[in-house]
Structure formats: structure tokens, C-alpha cells
């Protein structure tokens, strides 16, 4: 992909590039070498980055898709404006310094690389809390760094760096029927359609609905001849083995009812790791990307790389699950035998962020509601908060959403053991009033359109889902994440509660589903026994216990740690920074804990691996 910086204030800044000069004041544009620009009929030029789909010399951010950055330069009137696409997929940073303002699409092309800087405590509060282990959208490590946000835009103009946000319109709820059934199914195929390549398409391939949706839609549309698979072996600790068995098997026979290839990479972390955390470490840090997924992605990305004969797409499922059932549908919700009941589980927690539960919520009648009785229950050990007041209380779901490691209504902070008084009460108050009090006067007819918005900001911005695009375009590929679909987007924003994400009897993901039975050929019957991880017949595995404690990583995590480098960048006001001494000991120490303590180092050891501009933890 096409970086660029853009450095703006007095005099000569930066060393080449488009350059406009008016007043006293410069702007300078530097874009990797090549990179093409198209001149607009009034006279401005615009440089494109990333992926568009039609075209953006003519079309608005309302009217393109996919994801890209158009920088519109108009020299006449001394004017640059930098605007990413409506879900803001395409990273945009931007630093003001006595000098002027600077922008650009990695931060080691920022100042800030090469002075450092203080530390933005709340952002890095998220990081450590909140899965996906890095500052919400608008936000990054660094007090004098930010990003630009979904839906702003930033110009440069007479001397000055200014930013503006195109407020958001919520698309309301409205009832769906079997036409509406047939529109989804259109748009999904559209979606894949347009991101197709001609010269064949690649699908990351697991054994959830939605990328073998995908691999469906392309041999639907291009045949299998056009299309192949890959998927990765997962082998994080000698002492596991193969943690994702069920996961490959499922994947081999899907892609043997297509008539496409499947690759399997191994992802043999109890052998090698290390070096990999070392390679990608510098691009990690450029977007401040904490991420174990990130390296499955890159060993993905490598192999397509070197397997292609040039042009192909690399297609992934992300987005979906948050778009269609917010998310539930991604982890275990309730581990019980039957899986029908299990998926039942997914949809109960997706009420209890519903419209329903908010009108619930809203009038106070909440607390003798059954599911929510049923899910209290089985965190017996856990605080809650009090309700808040009535006006509030919107604004406090949505915390108890997107601000807590623990997705439960009034699930408290105070159960955040990493975090002090201050620093609970502070991150919430912070968190609420830059990205929630958007949504205050939110009903509950939108509340599904403000969620799939505020996704944009949170998880889908995060070290888990942007790594998919930045290692395919690290190795030359070009990313394609249908589900992230403009259209698409609209259609599951309006999406009714009744349509799989209530106590409805539809199933999760009901429109896709319904596709994938009706419109396409899709083995149904396949779908059947546990999902993909051994979490899903032993609920006492983890993940992040087998990195930990078992991998090659270890040894890397316990040796860095030891520096305690981290105090130099967590604030004592923040942070409980002799608790993280004291779970750091015992981690040296060989201790094996899980729950929350276990969380929290995790979380400190990829964070630390990764690094800070101007620290020594970096």
C-alpha cells in the first residue's frame, strides 16, 4: 500500500513530493515512490491510497467503498484535506508540533518516532483491558497523537491543522421480510463480487460460517477453478498439541465439497515465535498493533505471497460476527454439550444488549428479567454497578459493552484489578464522553445502527482485526473483507432484533444462514460437533495460558519482564503497579494462574513485545 506524510507549518518541510506554498506557509506531501494521483476537473489533484472500490475522482465518502484514504491536494487555494473511507479502515495519524501539524499513515513517519513523547494513560488503559490490545480508534499511546476518527477529516489550510467529524445518522430498526431475505443475499454477493480478483482469490479459511460463506459465494460466482484456501495448524505448546483439530478437519472437508485446494501452515509456536515477534515488531509499533493474531496472519500472508502468481485477493469473514450478532457468536457464551443450546446462549447475551433489554433498562424493570437473572448468576463473584440515572443509563449499557473486558449489563470496572480507583473512574468518565456521548440520545429503534458504528472505533480497529490487512499488504496481496461491505452495512444496521439476535427462535447470523441454504450451495450438514478450538470440550483451556506458559515465547516474556521497562510507561495513578510486580514475580517464578491475572499479563507481555516510541520498554 501507498504511504504517505503530510508535514504542514513554516517554511520547508520534508524533501520532495506535491508541494503548495501560499503566504508564508508550506505544505509538503511526500507518497512512496510511484504513487499515482488523478486530476480532478477542477483543477485538484488527489492522491488515493489503499483500496477503493469505484471511483474517487467523481464519487463521495457516502457513494465509495472499501478501504482507502483520498488526500485531495488544491494548490490554488493552499488547501489539503485527508479523508479516510466511512468505517475509517485505513489508519490516518496525526501529530501537531510547535512547528505546524504533520499526518501520516504509520507513526514512525510521525515526529514522535524519533522524540517520543508522554503517555496517553486512558488509551493505554483500553489496551490493557479491553480485548484487542490497543487505544480505541481516535486515540493512541501518545498524548500529542491521535487518529483520525470514522466519519472525520482533516485539512490542512491558511497555517493551520484542523479536524471536523461528519456526524452520524443511525439508520432505524425496521420489520424485515423474505424480499429483504433475497436483498442480503444479493448484497453479500455483490460485496464478494467486488473485491473478487481475475486473478484468483484466496480464502483464510476456518470452520465457522463465515468464511466458508465466503468460499461459497466465490465458487458460486467464479467456479473452483478460480479460488483456494489456507488455514493454519495451531501448535502453541508442546504439551497441547494441535488445538485446533476440529478446526482443520471440518475446513479439509468444506473445501473438498467446493472442489478448492486448502493449504495448511503450521503455527508451531512451541518451536519458533521469537523471531517473527522481532521481524514484525517494527511495523506492529508504526500502528502500535499488540497482537498474538497478528503473527497467524503474517505466516498466512507469506505463504500466499510466495504461492501466487500475482494479483490475487485474500479474503477473511472478520467483521461478521460483530455485524450480524455482535459478536457473541465468536466465543464460548455458556459451555454445555448441546450446541444448539450453546448457540442459544450466543443470542441470550445478544438480548441483553438488544432494544428489548435497553427499554428494560431504561424503565428500571431489568433486574427481574430471567436471562439477565441467568447470566448474574453465573458471575456470582463479580460486582456490579448501581444503575445509573435515567438519562444515563443508554450511555451505560454501551460502556458495559465496549469498555469492559466482561461483556454483562453493569458488569463494574471495579473487578479490573490492574487498574487503582482513580484510574477506573477516570478511564470511564474519559472513555464515555469521547465516543459514547454520541449516542445518548440513541433509542431504542437505532441501537443497533449506533453499535455497528461504534464497532468501527473498538473491535474492529483493533490488534486482532487490523493485522489482517496490514500483513496481506506487507507481502504484496490486497485485502478483501466483504463484511465490511457499505450496503452490507446498512442492511444489518436496520437489521430487526427478530432476525436471530433476540430470544427469537431464528439462528444466529439468520440472513446468512438462510443464504447459505437457499441462494448458494453450501454442506449444512458439515456443520456439526465442536466449533474449532479444544476450549470447546475443555473449558479449562486457554489460549493464553499455552502461550504463556508452554510456547517459545516464554522464555522471551519472563526475560523481558524482568526489566520491569513497563513502569516506565504506566502511570502509578493508573495502574496497580505492585499488583503487575507481583503477578510478574510469580510468572517468573514458573506460577500458573488463570482468570483475570492471567488476562492481564498476557496483555502486558504483547503489549511489552511490541513496545513505546521513547522508552525503554520500547
Partial sequence: ?????????????????????????????????????????????????????????????????????????DASRDLCSVEPDRFGQIDVYYQRTPAGGVLATRLDLLPIARTGGAFD?????????????????????????????????ARCHDGALTVAMQPFSPRPATPYGESDLHRYADLLLEAVRRRASEAGNVVYLSSGWDSTALLACLVHLFGPGRTRAVIG??????????????????????????????????????????ELVERLRPHFLAHHIAS???????????????????????????ISDGAHNLGFSQYVTLFHPSLT???????????????TFLGEFRSGRFAG????????????????????????????????????P?????????????????????????????????????????????????????????????????????????????????????????????????????????PLKWMLGNRVRYPTHLQTGPHSYLYDVDPSFSHGAEILYGSSLTPVYRSMLALRAYRDVLSSEMFDLDYLDAAVQRYRDGVEVRGSEMNDLLSLCVLSATGWYGSGAS
Fill in 1 to 73: 500500500m501507498t504511504d504517505f506524510r503530510i508535514t504542514y507549518g513554516e517554511g520547508p518541510s520534508g524533501n520532495g513530493g506535491l508541494a503548495a506554498i501560499a503566504t508564508g506557509k508550506t505544505w509538503t506531501l511526500e507518497a512512496s515512490p510511484g504513487a499515482p494521483t488523478i486530476a480532478r476537473p477542477d483543477g485538484t489533484r488527489l492522491l488515493v491510497i489503499g483500496e477503493p472500490i469505484g471511483d474517487p475522482a467523481a464519487l463521495t465518502r457516502a457513494e465509495l467503498d472499501g478501504a482507502y484514504v483520498n488526500v485531495a491536494i
Fill in 341 to 355: 443450546f450453546r448457540e442459544y446462549a450466543d443470542k441470550m447475551a445478544s438480548y441483553l444488549f438488544g432494544p
Fill in 369 to 404: 428479567d430471567a436471562v439477565y437473572q441467568f447470566f448474574r448468576s453465573r458471575a456470582a463473584g463479580s460486582l456490579f454497578d448501581d444503575p445509573a440515572t435515567d438519562g444515563a443509563r443508554t450511555r451505560q449499557l454501551l460502556a458495559s459493552f465496549f469498555l469492559r
Fill in 406 to 510: 466482561q461483556r454483562l449489563p453493569l458488569w463494574s470496572l471495579r473487578n479490573v484489578r490492574l487498574l487503582t480507583d482513580a484510574g477506573r473512574e477516570r478511564y470511564d468518565a474519559e472513555m464515555t464522553a469521547g465516543y459514547l456521548d454520541q449516542a445518548r440520545a440513541a433509542e431504542p429503534d437505532s441501537l443497533y445502527a449506533w453499535y455497528l458504528w461504534l464497532y468501527n472505533s473498538f473491535h474492529w480497529q483493533g490488534s486482532t482485526v487490523a493485522t489482517l490487512p496490514l500483513t496481506s499488504r506487507l507481502c504484496g496481496l490486497r485485502p478483501a473483507l466483504p463484511f465490511w461491505d457499505g450496503g452490507l452495512q446498512d442492511f444489518l444496521s436496520a437489521m430487526p432484533e427478530d432476525w436471530g439476535r433476540g430470544l427469537d427462535l431464528h439462528p444466529t447470523k439468520y
Fill in 233 to 274: 495448524r495451531m501448535r502453541y505448546a508442546e504439551r497441547s498439541g494441535v488445538i485446533n483439530q476440529f478446526e482443520i478437519d471440518r475446513a479439509a472437508a468444506i473445501a473438498r465439497f467446493f472442489g478448492v485446494p486448502l493449504d495448511i501452515i503450521e503455527f508451531d509456536y512451541w518451536r519458533r515465535g521469537p
Fill in 121 to 153: 494513560q486512558v488509551a493505554l488503559a483500553h489496551a490493557f483491558v479491553v480485548y484487542g490490545h490497543r487505544p480505541a480508534k481516535r486515540q493512541t499511546p501518545y498524548v500529542d497523537v491521535r487518529r483520525l476518527g470514522v466519519g472525520e477529516t
Fill in 292 to 318: 498474538l493474531t497478528g503473527l497467524n496472519h503474517m505466516r498466512l500472508a507469506e505463504h500466499v505471497a510466495a504461492t501466487a502468481s500475482g494479483g490475487e485477493a485474500v479474503f477473511a469473514g472478520e
